[in-house]
Structures are given as structure tokens and as C-alpha cells.
């Protein structure tokens, strides 16, 4: 059983390491403009770099079917084609209503002197990055399906340290806010070319026929669409609400604290990716709990040992800012509610792999709701620790829900006997209807 579970943790390792490094120097990026940018335009800098985020993570889960049917070698050139001109959309079409949408959140706001015209280019610049990314990161999840993971290393680092190279560069010169979308747009276009070099080639020996992908795609990119947007609402779209009922400088603390604490969170997602694979593999009810503890095991202690680091340096970076209690108060609340989610994380990817993403929707519909209940009572009082309060509780409320639940999704998934984990559940005659 050690071997076992030591043979899991390399492969996860194998996989996520590349993925693991390049998030972790994507996500510490951002923070550095606080070194070099005033309060105001940190504002601008930290709404932007949301868009980014939310840009890239609005896949319709093109990445985890990508992993899935890369492992089950049935993936053709033309649905790499499919899955590439998906995950290219969110980008553009997000970018667009964003843009428009900047100048009367400028005025609502009133947090920065930043000319609107500026901050609107560079959006446009932050979409067009993050679309070639996206295209990216598809082809990076080819290869941990594949277990390439010399090109996923490849793919993956080429952008993320081309990003963080472009960046730093130009906050250096002076370049202000504009650093984050020259960054971005370099990062971006590294990543595609090198992913198309890696992986434009389908699977040799694949075929479409009587296998229903079209119903596969459907099913990821409608859950998958929707979980995402449930998950921005508690992740990305905060700050935003914050921003109309906080000073920049409050904005800026909890800004910093929450990319700090998300840092090892973002790490371990990366590192957990591999568990989508696992889940395409495994055909046993028993094996799937076990790597399901496994995992959870891992990814909780890491994230105690990481969040510790991050915390600290968050306190360290905000000296001066706030109150010392305020501050220690932020920190402490977001650690807490990002430590609990990134649990989920293990049951998420592994029926994801499984072939069944919908099950992620039943903690974030009620973790959606609740945050939005949040920012409309801050948002109507006008007081933001409201806000922070609020997202917190709902955060750590609904992910320790579904950690307590997971295992037993799990076992309307996998059967307790082998069958072929290729046949979709549904006409296996599995044990119970999935919802």
C-alpha cells in the first residue's frame, strides 16, 4: 500500500511540478507591481490582473477533456482543433464587455485617477494574451494526458517565465500598470507556439466511431461554463465589489492578502492535475477512495505548510497599510476559507476525469449565492468588512460541505467491480443515476 501510494504521488508530482511552477510564477507576478505602483494605479493593476485570471480559467473545460481524452488516446486533430477555438472565446468575448463596461465602473468606483482610455487599452491587451494562452494551456493538458510531461514542462514554463521576465522588465523602466499587458501579450503568444510545437499531432490510432464525443464536449462545456462563472463570482468578482465600498487602500490588503493566500492554492490545482487523468483510468470504487483520501491528505498539509509562508509575508507586505488587527483579522479569514477549498480539490479533478464535472456545481451553486448576498449587503451599507466577512464564512462553509459529501458522489460514479471506464456510466447500467 506504500509503494502504491508513493508510486500516486510521484505521478502527480511528474505531472503537476511543471504546472505547479509555472502558477506559482504566474500568480506572484501580480504582487509585483505593489513594489513599484501607487495606491491608485495598484488598484487599476489589481482589477486587471482579475481579468486576467478570469480570462484564463473560463475554459468550459476544455482543458480537463483535453486531459481525459488525451489519456484515453482518443483525440482526434480536429477536436484539438474544437477544444482550442472554445477555450479562445471567453477571452475575447469577456475582454469586450469588459471594456465596455470600465468607464461607468471608473465613475461608480472612484478609486482611481487612471485615465479611462489607458486602462481600456490595456484590458484589449490583457484579452489578447490570455487568448493565446488559453490555446496554451489546452495543449499542455494534452500532454499530462499523454505523460509528455518534458513538453508539458516546456509549454507550460516558456510562458509563465517569459510573462514574469516581460513584466518585471518593464515595471523596471517605468512602464506603470501598462507592465501587466505587455507581461501578459509575451507570456501569451510564448506559450501558444510552443504548445503547437509540442502537441499539434491527434492520436494516431483514435477513432470517433460509436464513441459520443459531441455529447462528452457538450456535457464539460456547459458545466464546466457554469461552474467556472459560479466560481468567479467567489473568487475573482470580490475585489470588484469590494472597489465600490472601500478606499484603494483597503482594497489593496485584501487584494494582496487574497493573491497570497491563493498562491499555494493555485499550486496545488496545478499539482492535483494529474488526478484527472487518474480518474479517467481507474475503473475500481475502492481505488478512486483511496486516491480521493490520499490526495486530500496531501493537498491539506501542503497547503498548512505554504499558507503559513504566504500569511506571514502578507503581514510583512502590508506594514503600514492598516491597522496591525485589521490586518491579521484579513489575513487569518482568507487563509482559513482558501485552506478549506483547496480540499475540494481532489474529489473535484478526480470525477472530472471520471467524465462527470457536475457534481463540482453543488457546492459552488450555494458558495455563489451566498457571496452574492454578501456583496449586495456591503455593497448597500457601504461597509466592506461586510464583504470580507461574509465571503469568507460562505466559502469555508460550502467547501467543508463538500469535502463531508464526496465520497459518497463518488460512489454513484465508479462501480464496485472492474468494467471499461471508456463506456460512458449511463450505459454500463451504473449502480445509481447520476443527477
Not at 30 to 38: E, I
Not at 54 to 62: E, K, L, P, Q, R
Not at 205 to 212: A, T, W
Not at 275 to 287: C, F, M, N, P, V
Request: net charge positive.
Amino acid at each position: 500500500m506504500k509503494q502504491k501510494r508513493s508510486t500516486d504521488y510521484l505521478k502527480l508530482l511528474r505531472g503537476g511540478a511543471p504546472a505547479l511552477v509555472s502558477s506559482g510564477v504566474v500568480a506572484v507576478v501580480p504582487l509585483t507591481g505593489a513594489l513599484f505602483l501607487s495606491t491608485s494605479d495598484y488598484a487599476v493593476w489589481a482589477l486587471v490582473s482579475t481579468l486576467s485570471t478570469i480570462f484564463i480559467i473560463f475554459d468550459f473545460g476544455t482543458t480537463s477533456l483535453a486531459t481525459k481524452l488525451a489519456a484515453e488516446r482518443r483525440l482526434s486533430r480536429k477536436f484539438v482543433a474544437k477544444l482550442a477555438a472554445i477555450t479562445a472565446a471567453p477571452p475575447v468575448i469577456l475582454g469586450a464587455c469588459a471594456v465596455l463596461l470600465w468607464p461607468l465602473y471608473s465613475h461608480l468606483s472612484d478609486i482611481t485617477s487612471a485615465p479611462t482610455d489607458r486602462v481600456m487599452w490595456l484590458i484589449v491587451a490583457v484579452s489578447a494574451g490570455t487568448t493565446m494562452r488559453s490555446v496554451g494551456v489546452v495543449f499542455a493538458a494534452i500532454s499530462l494526458g499523454r505523460e509528455n510531461f518534458g513538453k508539458r514542462t516546456a509549454i507550460l514554463l516558456a510562458g509563465a517565465l517569459t510573462q514574469a521576465t516581460a513584466t518585471v522588465a518593464s515595471l523596471a523602466i517605468g512602464t506603470g500598470y501598462w507592465s501587466l499587458g505587455i507581461g501578459v501579450v509575451a507570456g501569451g503568444l510564448a506559450q501558444f507556439l510552443i504548445g503547437i510545437l509540442c502537441e499539434r499531432r491527434g492520436d494516431s490510432f483514435s477513432s470517433e466511431d460509436g464513441i459520443d464525443l459531441s455529447s462528452l464536449l457538450k456535457r464539460f462545456v456547459t458545466v464546466k461554463g457554469l461552474a467556472t462563472a459560479l466560481g468567479i463570482i467567489a473568487t475573482q468578482l470580490d475585489r470588484w465589489a469590494l472597489g465600490l465600498v472601500a478606499d484603494p487602500s483597503l482594497l489593496a490588503t485584501y487584494d494582496i492578502s487574497t493573491r497570497l493566500a491563493t498562491i499555494p492554492k493555485i499550486a496545488l490545482i496545478a499539482l492535483a492535475a494529474g488526478l484527472i487523468s487518474e480518474g479517467a483510468r481507474t475503473a475500481r470504487l475502492s481505488e478512486a477512495l483511496r486516491m480521493l483520501a490520499s490526495s486530500q491528505r496531501m493537498v491539506g498539509l501542503l497547503y498548512i505548510a505554504a499558507g503559513s509562508v504566504t500569511g506571514t509575508i502578507a503581514w510583512i507586505m502590508l506594514q503600514g497599510r492598516e491597522p496591525d488587527l485589521l490586518v491579521i483579522g484579513i489575513i487569518a479569514v482568507v487563509s482559513i476559507a482558501q485552506g478549506a477549498n483547496v480540499v475540494t480539490i481532489s474529489a473535484t479533478l478526480l470525477l472530472t476525469g471520471a467524465g462527470h464535472p457536475e457534481f463540482e456545481l453543488r457546492y459552488l451553486a450555494p458558495l455563489a449565492v451566498a457571496c452574492l448576498v454578501a456583496y449586495g449587503a456591503a455593497i448597500g451599507t457601504g461597509e466592506p468588512l461586510l464583504l470580507i466577512g461574509g465571503w469568507a464564512i460562505a466559502m469555508t462553509v460550502t467547501s467543508i460541505g463538500f469535502i463531508i459529501r464526496a465520497p459518497r458522489f463518488m460512489t454513484g460514479v465508479w462501480p464496485n467491480v472492474h468494467e471499461d471506464r471508456f463506456v460512458p456510466q449511463s450505459e454500463k447500467g451504473s449502480p445509481r443515476e447520476v443527477s
